[in-house]
């Protein structure tokens, strides 16, 4: 029996956004984590919420899923209140954490039994979900181990497919490859996008600029609990020009300088890297470096490197908010 012949599925009218957020406000004391969030998720779509650590995106996701209390505005999943009717969305949702919540006492076939049992599904089902998930996630020979012996990777992939066990509709993904390596990060990423396949809508939280611009068809850009700015990752992208001219100046004493120098070339405001000496500047055509560079030179400041480059998400995170999404300890 695959999982799909017991899976719940959503709402049919065929009209409502998976996810219809509107002024989302979540405080602790006077800390707003939420402010005034507006999110429309369409069906069948990967919808990413791009922020770094602290920006609000768990806090955001809790509330969706019901486990933190909606202080403002409200929310709809498939035209569901959310506030209202938890206990529907309830059954229209599947959440995985940015921590694997298996027993790691019992093996991957005994978690993927018991969390169908707990919701209900007869003991000859729950073997026969199981089995299957286990096929799916690719962890047939390491099903009958104990969770204490998996690798980080396996731990997701297991988490992933018990958010799955009632075929829910809607999928919530909290920073599912936070700490995985390259190579694990690949598989999760083909399994994100097999959900898709299968009829599923996600709803995908990261600090990974790549993993947004791989995975979204559209992201929102979330930093302070705010949401700064929203569409595909090319939409974003242009919002910093056609393309972007990449310098690292050889006196990193002399940024200012070049900033003005900058100004009064092109008219336009350079943004400052983290790093050291660097400094993007967003070019509407690729030909106008050559009056950067002229600029530059005018003003006796020296570069070490120069390159154009189409804009990355990079580039539009540290435009829209002013620093990157993650810091040099999370790296």
């Known amino acids: 029996m695959s999982i799909t012949e017991l899976g719940r599925t959503a709402p049919s009218s065929g009209t409502e956004p998976a996810v219809l957020a509107e002024g989302l406000v979540k405080a602790f004391g006077d800390h ?54 938890p206990h529907v969305i309830r059954q229209l ?21 018991l969390f169908a049992r707990l919701q209900r599904i007869p003991a000859p089902s729950a073997r026969r979900i199981a089995a299957d998930l286990l096929g799916r996630f690719g962890l047939e020979e390491a099903a009958d181990k104990p969770i204490a012996h998996f690798s980080g990777g396996m731990r997701r992939r297991l988490d992933l497919a018990a958010s799955l066990i009632t075929r829910p509709p809607l999928i919530f993904l909290d920073e599912p490859t936070t700490g995985l390596d390259p190579r694990t990060r690949g598989q999760m990423w083909d399994t994100i996008r097999g959900l898709i396949t299968d009829g599923c809508t996600v709803l995908l939280t990261t600090q990974y600029l790549d993993e947004a611009d ?55 405001e350079p943004v400052l890297s983290p790093e ?47 620093h990157e999404t993650e810091t040099e300890e999370t790296r």
């Open 32 to 85: 707003r984590a939420v402010d005034g969030i507006d999110l429309e998720i369409r069906p069948g779509e990967i919808f990413g919420v791009l922020g770094p650590n602290g920006a609000g995106k768990t806090t955001m996701l809790r509330m969706l899923a019901t486990l933190l209390a909606i202080d403002a505005g409200r929310a709809e999943i498939f035209g569901v209140d959310v506030a209202g009717r």
């Open 93 to 113: 949702i599947g959440v995985t954490g940015q921590y694997a919540s298996v027993d790691e006492q019992l093996t991957a076939r005994e978690n993927l039994r």
């Open 214 to 268: 791989q995975l979204a068809d559209r992201i929102a850009v979330i930093d302070h609990g705010r949401k700064v700015a929203e569409g595909t990752p090319d939409e974003l992208k242009t919002m910093v020009g056609a393309s972007t001219l990449q310098l690292m100046l050889a006196e990193p004493g002399e940024v200012p300088a070049a900033v003005e120098a900058v100004r009064r070339g092109l008219g336009s």
């Open 276 to 322: 050291k000496g660097r400094l993007n500047v967003a070019l509407d055509q690729a030909d106008m470096a050559a009056d950067v560079l002229i600029a530059l030179r005018t003003a006796g400041i020296s570069i070490s490197s120069v390159s154009v480059a189409k804009p990355s998400l990079d580039e539009v995170f540290l435009a829209l908010t002013g």
